[in-house]
């Protein structure tokens, strides 16, 4: 499958204060969350965003909270991944166990504006800047990953543990 | 080839007798946290997993602190949602407001972790435990709804990166200053994935509340955990509280680390971290003229008992400025009235500062505290990220409690010397 879509551009530690700041948190409605996703860094965000967009950024993206509101409002907002030089372990993580892609490819976010058109595909490791032509390989997810993401996310993992008991 | 303190930790709990760095592991959980903020979340995801019973009522804890007491009415509802399933499910440790505190600092004083651990919690600040040398690590509120279930957790086995600490700290150097210092030098993400062990004899001059202080921020060096050996002032801790039996871990002589950094904290002074990131460290006597307008000293990195003596030192007999709010919030119940007893409370009472009920409230900009467009604060909690404390053109300062406690005093940033 490729993903194609725009490039929202973020500089390094984009934190999950920035990607949906606490004053949001008394909700986990993910419509919600959504409608202030990037509010602090990026007024334009939420209400540009297309369905199929990318959201690309520096290092350690998702740095500082374990809200899982982050991947949601990303997820929400239409976004279609986050591709970044490196991310925050946890945002990692969550992102994995909530169906969120997430593409490491510290050689391509440089050259990526925002704007750019962007085409991922996640098979066979290909990430393209349609605007600028240019094409970088981007990282493989570890075997125990695929399997999440095959199962379709850590719950429908445990379900299916659960069942094979 | 031996094993770090966080392989060996892993390795147990996952039943094998090695674990080396990049293996990914299924282990058991000792206890599984959450809060008023990532709980409804988990709870969500663990009803629709038809579950009928938590893996172990006694292995998780669910306590109200973010927004708590209840800041607004969604904040009600959340804490409603996690309050019904505590009930439902038998929680044993489900701390209501009046009898609870902040998670990472009421956990411990609990006697609810314990030395060997492991402990994985839906807060980022879950790596707090590793004071007590336990492995603890912050996940999301979808691997609480798993661990809730299952009593186990997926992780990979983290490189470790190897602190040496030497020396005694000077005056008014504390905790905080050798995390904000250790951040300041390899910034950020410096430990990303890593676990962040401390060794050396400079730990001997560490007590545990500073201890605490410096596992607590391991995340915001972007570390999985941050880890102290076992020594007799972990033992003297443990051993007043402990609820479980324990078993004490050790490093390998020949165990592999990744990487060393050494630090004599000798050479250290008070550090402050400017806006908006925990790595723009400044020494003290480097930060200038910054005129503040709100300090906070409390959080799960600095709202012990501890932290409040060295605050109230400071500002014992003295006035908070004209043009500054003062806010004082102790960790939990146990450390407010403790803080009654010792006159504490009095002295911040009587030099014009608020004293405050236990909630993270203005650390993350929840409530209690948030800061206007424009404003400026000193704090002792730990981020300063963009909007963290309130309007995302207000400014957080991080500090050590004498420091913030000075500034409120000077009206600007500024350490307890400067007073007269």
């Known amino acids: ?165 | 080839m031996g094993m770090t303190l966080t392989e060996k930790i892993l390795a147990r709990h996952a039943g094998k007798d090695v674990v080396a760095p990049g293996e990914l592991i299924l282990a058991k959980v000792d206890l599984a946290l959450g809060n008023d903020v990532t709980s409804p979340i988990a709870i969500q995801a663990f009803r629709s997993l038809g579950a009928r019973a938590v893996f172990d009522r006694n292995r998780i804890a669910l306590v109200p602190d973010h927004f708590a007491p209840n800041k607004d009415i969604k904040s009600a509802e959340q804490a409603k949602m996690m309050r019904e399933f505590a009930r439902e499910f038998g929680i044993v440790n489900y701390f209501e407001v009046g009898r609870m505190g902040i998670e990472h600092v009421l956990l411990p004083d609990e006697g609810l972790v314990v030395p060997g651990d492991l402990v994985i919690g839906a807060d980022s600040h879950t790596c707090t435990y590793g004071a007590l040398c336990a492995f603890s690590t912050g996940v999301g509120s979808t691997d609480l709804a798993a661990a809730m279930l299952s009593g186990e957790v997926w992780l990979k086995v983290p490189e470790t990166l190897r602190i040496v600490l030497s020396g005694r700290p000077g005056k008014w150097v504390e905790g905080k200053d050798v995390i904000l210092h250790i951040i300041g030098e390899i910034g950020v993400d410096g430990a990303l994935y890593r676990a962040m062990e401390y060794a050396g004899d400079g730990i001997a001059h560490l007590p545990m509340a500073w201890r605490f202080t410096i596992t607590n921020m391991a995340i915001e060096a972007g570390a999985k955990n941050g880890i102290f050996p076992f020594d007799a002032a972990t033992k003297a801790y443990a051993d007043g509280r402990a609820k479980r039996g324990y078993e004490v871990v050790a490093a390998d002589r020949d165990a592999r680390y990744e990487a060393e950094l050494s630090v004599d904290l000798s050479t250290l002074e008070p550090v402050v971290a400017f806006p908006h990131l925990p790595e723009n460290t400044r020494p003290l006597s480097l930060v200038g003229d910054v005129p503040i307008d709100q300090v906070v000293v409390g959080s799960c990195t600095n709202g012990r008992i501890e932290d409040l003596r060295s605050a109230a030192a400071v500002i014992r007999g003295r006035k908070v400025h004209d043009g500054v709010r003062m806010i004082i919030l102790p960790a939990t119940q146990e450390i407010y009235l403790q803080a009654m007893r010792e006159g504490l409370m009095e002295a911040f009472v009587t030099a014009g500062a608020a004293f405050s009920t236990p909630t993270c409230g203005p650390c993350l900009g929840g409530h209690m505290g948030i800061l206007a467009k424009g404003e400026r604060a000193i704090s002792t909690t730990n981020r300063n990220f963009v909007g963290r404390m309130g309007h995302p053109e207000s400014e957080v300062y991080l500090s050590n409690p004498a420091v913030a406690a000075a500034s409120a005093v000077l009206g600007r940033i500024g350490g307890p010397d400067e007073l007269g």
Request: glycine share 12%; charged share 25%.
């Open chain 1, 1 to 165: 499958m490729i993903l194609n879509g725009r490039a929202w551009k973020y500089g390094d530690d984009v934190d999950t204060d920035v990607i949906i700041p606490a004053r949001y948190l008394n909700t986990s409605d993910p419509a919600e969350l959504a409608k202030h996703c990037m509010e602090d860094i990026d007024g334009n965000y939420a209400s540009g965003v297309s369905a199929g967009d990318f959201i690309v950024a520096g290092k350690n993206f998702g740095c500082g909270s374990s809200r899982e509101h982050a991947p949601i409002a990303i997820k929400a907002s239409g976004a279609r991944a986050v591709i970044a030089g490196s991310f925050a372990r946890i945002f990692y993580r969550n992102a994995f166990n909530m169906g969120l892609p997430i593409i490491e490819a510290p050689q391509a976010v440089d050259g990526i504006d925002s704007g750019d058109v962007l085409a991922v595909d996640m098979e066979n490791g290909i990430l393209r800047n349609e605007t600028k032509k240019r094409e970088y390989g981007i990282a493989t997810v570890p075997p125990f990953m695929r399997e999440l993401v095959a199962a379709g996310g850590l719950l429908n993992y445990m379900a299916g543990r659960r069942k094979g008991k």
